[in-house]
């Protein structure tokens, strides 16, 4: 039979785990080896120090006054090891346990990942309670205040960051509906711009409000954009908003424009019978995924031949955007996955739906695009790079890709020996 030998921790009570406790045992043994450790190393340093009488400069010196420490498994009572150090403006300070600390930072975390996924601030000390002890009173439901007018500031610093650090090959545009409570109108849409950077990795650039993805709207979001730096994108991927694409030719009107093919494959498949709808998809995502732009046009007459006679709307919304679905074979065909479709916006926003539903809504306009930006901040970090990421420079430097391929320039001298 197992048996608690504790001397610093009451015996837990009918309510709590036997493995509960066994934990925060073993994470406070673990904890404390660690200090124990990090002070013994200091001191190893220093071990040739000596004063006048030839004593040690640095050594141990007990133990400081136990504290509480929150943990993920609960809290724990810590005595952090001293040092003496008698050397002038020198000070032992531990990296693992800060003086002030009180509670690890990932248990911090825990407030705006409960707030972030749903958790109303009303049942905040019920959840922390059920997560962490009845310790955890410090990470009170006040303390999400004071977290929604910091990423208030960080959003205010972040619309008006400077973009012209980075070069952006490619930006994905799409606007989001999000429901608000509060206000005239229970749906926002959100305008939001994602950039792939010359290094390849993703970056968010711009959560706005707009009305209803109209051109003014994206016109003032690209304009910003521009006018904090940011150089001309060489494609941009979106959906069939025609507001878009028209600010885009007003202020961008050297980028190649990229229609989302998710997008459009749902669009085609609306106006077609749900009998016809799986075959229809096949034929579209021969189109989709066709090795060369030649073999995507013969697919597309395909399909006109297959229903252009009994369902010309389907066709006619295929083909009206020909030009504009194609335009990813003019760049590397490695970034083909990424380059045809908005979906690193739709899934990032998958948390940001996720929350709004269990809340039935964010309060009001502006905490809806405050929540919005730091629920895409969080995933950036966890954002990867594009496939074959060395090659966007080379799409920034301007070299031609044909079907996916390099374009290798040969010079006249080369031509004529040849």
């Keep these: 039979m197992l048996k608690l030998t504790t001397t610093d921790h009451e015996v837990p009570d009918a309510n709590e785990s036997l493995l509960d406790e066994l934990a925060r045992q073993g994470a406070r043994r673990v904890i404390m080896e660690a200090l124990d450790l990090e002070v013994a190393e200091y001191i190893y340093k220093c071990r040739q120090l000596r004063d006048e009488d030839s004593n040690a400069l640095v050594v141990r010196n007990g133990h400081g006054e136990e504290r ?26 531990s990296a693992i346990l800060p003086p002030y600390m009180r509670r690890s ?15 109303s601030s009303g049942d905040f000390s019920g959840a922390l309670e059920a997560l962490l002890g009845k310790d955890a009173a410090g990470l009170s439901a006040a303390s999400i205040s004071r977290l929604k007018a910091k990423w208030a500031d960080e959003y205010k610093a972040f619309r008006n960051r400077r973009l012209d650090i980075s070069r952006y090959a490619y930006i994905f545009c ?129 399909f006109k031949q297959e229903y252009g006679a009994k369902y010309p709307k389907a066709v006619s919304c295929l083909i009206k955007d020909t030009d504009q679905l194609l335009n990813f ?51 950036e970090k966890r954002w990867r790079r594009i496939t074959a990421y060395e090659l966007v420079t080379k799409v920034l430097e301007g070299v031609g890709f044909k079907d996916g391929i390099e374009q290798v320039q040969v010079s006249e001298e080369e031509r004529i020996v040849a």
């Design 105 to 119: 930072p990932n248990v911090s975390e825990v407030l705006p990942v409960l707030y972030l996924k749903g958790i």
């Design 174 to 302: 799409d606007g989001v509906n999000v429901s608000v409570r509060l206000g005239d109108d229970p749906k926002l849409c959100l305008l939001v711009v994602i950039g792939v950077r010359e290094d390849g990795r993703k970056e968010l650039l711009s959560v706005e409000s707009g009305y209803r993805e109209s051109k003014e709207s994206w016109a003032s979001v690209l304009r910003s954009l521009k006018r904090r730096g940011m150089d001309v994108p060489l494609l941009a991927v979106g959906d069939g908003n025609l507001g878009l694409w028209a600010a885009l030719g007003d202020v961008f009107p050297q980028t190649q424009e990229q229609r989302c093919w998710v997008h459009k494959i749902a669009n085609v498949l609306d106006k077609l019978p749900k009998r016809l709808q799986p075959k229809a998809k096949s034929f579209l995502h021969e189109i989709m995924n066709a090795p060369t732009r030649d073999l995507a046009l013969l697919e597309i007459e395909n």
């Design 68 to 93: 509480k420490l929150l943990i993920g498994c609960g809290t724990i009572d810590i005595k952090s090891p001293r040092v003496n150090d008698r050397r002038p403006g020198q000070k032992f300070t």
């Design 329 to 379: 074979y003019d760049f590397p065909a490695e970034h083909w996955i990424h380059i045809r479709t908005t979906n690193p916006i739709e899934s990032a926003f998958a948390t940001v739906k996720l929350r709004t539903k269990v809340t039935k809504g964010a309060g009001s306009t502006e905490a809806a695009i405050t929540m919005a930006f730091k629920l895409l901040t969080e995933a």
